[in-house]
């Protein structure tokens, strides 16, 4: 059985890559990895592959960046020639990024099968990209990979069949416990921010890059205003998305001296740095659930969440994008602190390998 995995931008890679490890035990599976190069940049992309040890990818489009038409048109057109040239028998996409809905719209339209990895999340906000992403690709899958018991109910309520459902877990969690151990076995000392984390020891983690939340210069504003508030208190480490750079640039935003900027930092440096923050805050889906998983206070900068879980059972607490909101929800986090840690249903570790398992005892 031939599968193409595709991985296109930053928040893909890590949910690929226990895919791709988990395929390998199967003798009976041919399994490639196709990335679109929706992000291209080295830090965005092929650290990723070194830092995540999975193998440079089979097949690369390089579609690059440009408006959503431009850049879905560039990877449909590149995918559909490489479904042509390889006929696989099945195409997994994961998440909700431009790259998955394009080659999930490729492959269905060639009669070829579609897994997607995290169907069912729903934001119900249809201003966010990845919504209509999200949507879209459940429109057309044939296979539905739940992470939470919401994405369950989000697709049965939109009519899918029953048994086109699974729930599996999140691959993002796989990931996350299998590099956590890798982690355990090295003490950071070659991290470029190891003496940074020595001398802070207090410490926010920070991640920001949602058009909604940048590409909008009152609203960026407003957020920069409340973090340099809170920075006065405890300093906050702050890898910055390139979309988010140029941004910053644009509307002149000024950040604290105690905000310390740095490039985008791969997976295991930026799980050293979060993972013992006494506090993440981010506007990010993957880091929502990962805090969640490792019990780390989350507070989240937007104004609703595709994961609804990482509230009911998890550490995150919504904040808006408003100064006195995000103030009221640092607040009320940092004063919680760190409480039991509840794991999510089936965020165990083994979430691709009971995605393999049902593929492979499904008629192809
Ligand atoms: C994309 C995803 C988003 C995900 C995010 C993670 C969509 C619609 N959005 O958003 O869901 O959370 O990736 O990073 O698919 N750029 C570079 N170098 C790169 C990549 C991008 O400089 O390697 C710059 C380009 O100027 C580009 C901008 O960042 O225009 C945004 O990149 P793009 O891929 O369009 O969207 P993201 O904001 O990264």
Known sequence: MKA???????????????????????????????????????????????????????????????????????????????????????VIVVGDVNSTLACSIVAKKLLI????????????????????????????????????????????????QEDSIHFVGNVMIDNLFFQKKKLESDNGKRFSTFRLKQEKREYIFLTLHRPSNVDCSTTFHEI????????????????????????????????????????????????FLWKDAILVMTDSGGLQEETTALGVP???????????????????????????SILRAYKERIEKRRKNIVVPPKWDGRASQRIWNIILNSKF
């Open 224 to 271: 920069a205003t409340a973090l340099n508030q809170i920075a006065e208190r405890t300093p906050i480490f702050f890898p910055a998305h390139p979309r988010t750079q140029k941004m910053m640039k644009k509307f002149n935003i000024r950040l604290s001296k105690n905000i310390i900027i740095m490039p985008p930092l791969c997976f295991k440096e930026s799980l």
């Open 298 to 324: 989350c507070v989240t900068l937007r104004e609703n969440t595709e994961r609804p879980i990482t509230i009911e059972m998890g550490t995150n607490i919504l904040a808006g994008t408003k100064k006195e």
């Open 113 to 160: 099968k579609v897994a997607h990895v995290e169907a069912g999340l729903r934001s119900f906000d249809l201003t966010m990209p990845e919504e209509i992403n999200r949507m879209v690709t459940d429109s057309i899958s044939d296979y539905f990979f739940v992470t939470e018991e919401s994405g369950m109910k989000n697709l049965l309520k939109e009519g899918k």
């Open 4 to 90: 193409l995995l595709i991985a296109g931008a930053r928040p893909n890679f890590m949910k690929i890559a226990p895919i791709f490890r988990e395929a390998l035990t199967h003798d009976e599976v041919e399994c490639r990895i196709v990335h679109t190069g929706q992000h291209y940049d080295y830090e965005m992309s092929q650290a990723f592959f070194e830092d995540l040890e999975i193998p440079k990818p089979d097949f690369f489009l390089g579609a690059g960046s440009g408006t959503h038409a431009a850049q879905t048109a560039k990877i449909m057109i590149g995918f559909e020639q490489l479904c042509e040239k390889e006929k696989p028998d099945l």
